[in-house]
């Protein structure tokens, strides 16, 4: 029977493939997908259970789903994802409005979970998380110039203060051969920008023994139709030698690198199992520097780690001031149970905690608006991504500017300028720690 099924993406950018696995999936069963929970059959809510905030909007979700059902406007509810592989008692303990679950490693089941809630059953399927489904088939749901390919799943590193391997399981690489197969799908489509993700990109292919490495790779997507290829997420200890020559030798791969280190501490680096030193993340920047004179450097950074006093505070405060980094995302520490950190000795007042995010956010702005104000006068290269009618112009990013992460450029011009062309924009300004622009003639 064509049923409607709703879907809804929390998290990031790897669970929306998912999710738009599990579209296609039902679009080839033949049920009406949808965005729209309202008037549906069955709202699948693909969750996010990484860290504390999560959780919440992931619960919160749930209950206004649950409202709608109670109002008549929906008739099943089916959670998958993260916080479902994690708390499966709970949500059946708590959370009755969920009438079935789909665990990390079964998101091909989401067909056969929809009938049995439409049978009246109640489906739980928890599989292998340690499984890798090598199959690409997906319902791209970014704009059509834009589109993320998933190269691997799960993560090996094992660090202090992160759950991920418990709920995605180990690092299990994607061959390259469908990779490659996804990526010529998706160059077909037009998609003109890919955004390579992974928990750990820099890892691709290692756990294969074959010899294919992140650099083979990038090597094999530059010769497909992309216009621009951005990496997310390398991790310091991981980037080698070739990998820095291959993306200073490929025009088409961005010389903006997300390379989340946590901290620069080294006390707090060993605490977290983390594999790089302060000296070794220096050097690392350095080397990058060298090698890509325009490279814009991004990384995550989190506050508040047991162990961290006001000398570890303030050696990452100088650490960020001495090296500029134009992107930071900065986070207060969760002590999330089943982690290591979390059962350890000295934890950090949350209210201590939040006020040194506090000062890393007003810090990096001024680091932000610093490297903003060097843009200006210059003619930078613009994917637009549409009319923005409150603005009253153009939005679109430069290679700098990641989807939903990053800021935007704003530009007034002539003509129309359709969604997904790439313009040329002189900056002229900048407006909290966005650019404004005028298109080139």
């Not at 949500?91 to 056969?112: K, N």
Request: net charge negative; with cysteine.
């Amino acid at each position: 029977m064509p049923y409607k099924v709703a879907f809804i993406s929390l998290g990031c950018a790897k669970n929306l493939v998912n999710t738009e696995q599990m579209m296609a999936l039902c679009r080839d069963a033949g049920y009406t997908v949808t965005g729209e929970p309202e008037g549906a059959d069955v709202a699948v809510v693909n969750t996010c259970g990484f860290i504390e905030s999560a959780k919440s909007e992931a619960i919160q979700q749930i209950l206004e789903l649950g409202e709608l059902k109670q109002a008549g406007r929906l008739k099943k509810i089916l959670a998958a994802g993260c916080l479902t592989q994690r708390y499966p008692g709970e949500i059946r303990q708590d959370l009755p409005e969920v009438d079935g679950m789909l665990g990390t490693g079964s998101y091909t089941q989401v067909v056969p979970a929809v009938e049995a809630l439409m049978a009246g059953g109640r489906p739980e399927h928890f599989g292998d998380i340690h499984r890798t489904d090598e199959d690409g088939t997906r319902w791209v749901t970014t704009p059509p110039y834009t589109a993320y390919l998933k190269i691997a799943e799960g993560c090996s590193n094992g660090c202090a203060f992160c759950v991920i391997p418990k709920l995605r399981g180990r690092y299990r690489s994607r061959s390259m051969e469908a990779l490659l197969a996804e990526a010529r799908g998706l160059a077909a489509a037009g998609v003109k920008e890919l955004i390579v993700v992974a928990q750990d990109i820099t890892r691709y292919g290692l756990d294969l023994g074959d010899g294919t490495t992140l650099a083979r790779l990038l090597d094999g997507l530059c010769r497909l139709d992309f216009h621009w290829i951005r990496l997310h997420y390398l991790y310091p200890e991981a980037v080698t030698e070739e990998l820095i020559e291959t993306i200073a030798r490929q025009p088409k791969i961005l010389h903006y690198l997300d390379i989340p280190i946590q901290h620069c501490n080294d006390g707090i680096l060993t605490t977290m199992r983390r594999r790089s030193t302060k000296a070794e993340i220096t050097a690392l920047f350095a080397r990058l520097r060298a090698a890509m004179p325009d490279v814009v450097l991004r990384t995550s950074l989190i506050c508040g780690l047991p162990g961290e006093g006001e000398a570890e505070f303030e050696e990452l405060c100088e650490f960020l001031q001495e090296q500029r980094l134009p992107r930071v995302g900065v986070f207060q520490f969760s002590p999330e149970e089943g982690t290591l950190a979390a059962a350890m000795e000295h934890q950090v007042d949350p209210d201590t905690a939040a006020r040194r995010v506090e000062l890393v956010v007003d810090l990096q702005s001024q680091v932000m608006d610093a490297c903003n104000e060097e843009r200006l006068g210059s003619v930078m290269e613009v994917l637009c991504e549409g009319f923005d009618p409150q603005a009253g112009c153009y939005a679109g990013r430069t290679y700098a500017d990641s989807v939903d992460i990053d800021g935007r450029v704003y530009f007034t011009a002539a003509g129309a300028v359709p969604a997904g062309e790439f313009v040329q924009v002189r900056i002229t300004g900048t407006v909290d720690g966005d650019l404004t622009g005028e298109l080139e003639p």
